[in-house]
């Protein structure tokens, strides 16, 4: 399944007043980001909150869910960066067979 602007307000809903095609496009940015092949099933999951991630920072997003500054690192700005740095951790760590 596709990460869709509906489904990003669904899960967040500090995005309900904030234009679809804004969301869209921040969908489509995050989804160039991920490679589905690392993320396997959580893709769309990571894509939501990598997307909510750079929606929250863009002035157009009102600043949804931030958290203070002087964090170590850009995803650690908001609550879903560092979600999104949390799920990174657990897809890329720890060895894998196939």
Not at 6 to 28: M, N, R
Not at 34 to 51: E, F, I, M, P, S
């Amino acid at each position: 399944m596709a990460a869709t602007a509906a489904g990003l307000k669904a899960l967040f809903p500090s995005f309900a007043g904030v234009d679809d095609a804004f969301i869209t496009l921040h969908l489509g940015v995050a989804s160039r980001r991920l490679d589905a092949g690392v993320w396997g099933a959580r893709l769309d999951d990571a894509t939501y909150y990598l997307a909510a991630h750079m929606c929250a920072l863009d002035p157009a997003g009102n600043n949804a869910e931030l958290v203070a500054k002087g964090e170590s690192d850009g995803y650690d700005s908001t609550t879903y960066g560092k979600h999104f740095k949390s799920m990174r951790r657990e897809v890329t760590s720890g060895f894998r067979v196939t």
